[in-house]
């Protein structure tokens, strides 16, 4: 038992989110540095394909359907075991991106310091909120002009409505980057460039009460200027507090540049400390420790055709208690029956390989002949009990799907059908209509043309996607107490179900979802659906 106990303390299992370009990439291959990589997945993009991503994508993507960059990179660093789990960004932002966030226990908000918080941070920010995760922030390409700090940390607090805690504080930006000031150490550590690809660098240490060492270090401006700043931040920002870091309500902060490698392993050091190890989740049973119970797992996203010769579909999961062993069986709960998981590999993507053994926050990928869902769990047999569900996210593109040969209904109905279990897109149909009219909702965009290019290429069936206007959905989350047929919607609004038949609301425009809550007394509306 304590073997078993020890890995799991070892392991911190979080995810990097951020809006495109802030440097994602960048700080995990810096942070893999500092690690000896254990498993790897053609998750970090080399320069090259980075510079063909774009044409190159959709090739890849449509050979295989699905998207090829999502996986978790596993390496040790300092007695931890650390995996990160990559959310797919860019052109293949999709549900899945959410989906991954449910599988980490705290999140690394990347943010470019010339940008402030952009538009998918915000997003996916917004998941890490709804979970309570802890989540870090590192403002990111200090070594550019970048905006003002305080005005950073504001934007952040405003924003995104969590209080921050500076843990370093940046010295100058841009050809002005001289380092960091750590305010746990009271020392200043100034940086020199490091030699790419490597974390070599020189890191001068210098005490703050060494005033004629640092004012000849960094200037009698820059020295003035921090000490101004440093006052206003022991008068103004909030106290590091451990306790709302854990819930996410206080996000420790750190200034640095992945490019550069300035204070990326200051804050690998810091985030290790003050992270914690994989965190109990709520089941039907009550909640499950990681540490006291045996395996058990949920399913939290699947990948259709990843090999196209062997059309199989591999079912991540994230393994939330005990110890999983490739030899013993286990028990399907939502299936019902006891199975050995098959060819469970740790880490995808381009290169598979097999795993014996994982342990509580680790993330398993195994063959999955079409038995698993979204949110499904799996458990040690004797057990039996079930993780909360999975929310549906709120897909921001529509359109509505014509099928091209009305012959082959069938395989029409079958292939959306299998299609939208999987989790790559969610169908809707109006109120008042049957099958007929089918409405996709997506994510991301790109999810149209791979929901296009299965149908054809593995159900044999043409469709044309005709694109609607809508931005908005919201599920009704009480249409037991609402008369659905009488809200009174406003003109860009369509009222539609899902495919658990649940009834929600679309509308083209923003501010309509509040206008239609403000109209109708006690509609109440959620942007994700609990499954
Ligand atoms: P992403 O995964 O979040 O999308 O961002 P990625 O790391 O790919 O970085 C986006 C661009 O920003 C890259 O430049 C990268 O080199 C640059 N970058 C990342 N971190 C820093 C930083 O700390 N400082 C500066 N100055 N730049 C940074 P690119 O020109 O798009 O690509 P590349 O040709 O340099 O790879």
Redesign the pocket.
């Known amino acids: 038992m304590s073997d078993i106990k020890n890995e799991i303390e070892k392991r911190r299992t979080f995810a990097i989110i951020?809006?495109?370009?802030?440097?994602?990439?960048?700080?995990?291959?810096k942070l893999l540095l500092y690690g000896g990589a254990i498993n790897l997945a053609g998750s970090v993009?080399g320069?090259a394909t980075?510079?063909h991503a774009v044409s190159d994508w959709m090739e890849i993507e449509k050979e295989r359907g699905i998207s090829v960059t999502s996986s978790v990179l596993q390496f040790s660093y300092n007695g931890k075991c650390v995996n990160i789990l990559d959310t797919p960004?860019?052109q293949d932002f999709s549900e899945d991106t959410y989906r991954t966030l449910m599988a980490a226990d705290s999140a690394v908000m990347?943010i470019?310091a010339s940008k402030g918080v952009e538009a998918q941070t915000r997003k996916l920010f917004k998941v890490c909120g709804m979970r309570g995760i802890p989540v870090f922030t590192f403002i990111?390409?200090?070594?550019?002009d970048a905006n003002d700090t305080f005005d950073l940390a504001d934007e952040i607090e405003k924003e995104l409505g969590i209080a921050v805690c500076p843990v370093n504080w940046p010295i100058g930006s841009g050809k002005g980057f001289k380092g960091v000031y750590d305010r746990n150490e009271r020392a200043v550590f100034l940086y020199s460039d490091t030699e790419k690809g490597t974390k070599e660098g020189h890191v001068e240490k210098i005490s703050i009460d060494d005033e004629a060492a640092l004012k000849s270090a960094i200037g009698e401006e820059a020295f003035e200027k921090l000490s101004e700043e440093l006052e206003l931040l022991d008068g103004a920002g909030a106290d590091f507090d451990q306790a709302q870091v854990d819930v996410g309500k206080l996000s420790p902060m750190f200034f640095?540049?992945?490019?550069?490698n300035?204070g990326v392993e200051m804050f690998l050091n810091y985030f290790l400390k003050m992270t914690k190890t994989p965190a109990p989740r709520t089941s039907d049973a009550g909640v499950i420790d990681p540490v006291e119970e045996d395996f058990s797992a949920f399913v939290f996203k699947i990948q259709a055709n990843m090999n196209k010769a062997h059309r199989d579909r591999v079912a991540f999961m994230r393994i939330c208690s005990g110890k999983f062993e490739a030899s013993r069986e286990v028990y399907h709960v939502q299936g019902n029956r006891t199975m050995r998981l098959s060819q469970p590999q740790q880490m995808m993507a381009e290169s598979r390989h097999v795993v014996d053994e994982a342990y509580a926050g680790d993330i398993i990928g195994v063959f999955d002949p079409g038995i698993f869902s979204i949110g499904d769990t799996v458990c040690a047999p004797g057990k039996s009990f079930a993780y909360e569900g999975i929310p549906t996210f709120a897909p921001e593109h529509f359109a509505r799907v014509r099928q091209m040969d009305t012959m082959k209904r069938k395989q029409f109905v079958k292939g959306i059908n299998q299609i939208a279990q999987e989790g790559a897109i969610q169908i809707f149909q109006e109120l008042s209509s049957g099958m007929e009219e089918v409405i996709v909702g997506v994510v991301g965009v790109l999810q149209f043309e791979v929901l296009q290019y299965r149908l054809e290429n593995e159900y044999n069936v043409e469709i044309k996607l005709e694109r609607l206007p809508y931005e908005h959905i919201r599920w009704i989350e009480n249409p037991e107490s609402v008369d659905i047929e009488h809200i009174t919607g406003t003109s860009d609004m369509k009222k539609i179900t899902d495919l658990k038949g649940r009834p929600l609301l679309l509308f083209i425009n923003a501010w309509s979802p509040g206008m239609v809550l403000e109209r109708n007394e006690g509609l109440s509306l959620s942007e994700f659906a609990r499954n």
């Open positions: 951020s809006h495109p370009d802030a440097g994602k990439t960048t700080l995990t291959e993009k320069k980075a510079r960004g860019h990347v470019d990111n390409k200090m070594d550019r640095g540049s992945a490019l550069t300035f």
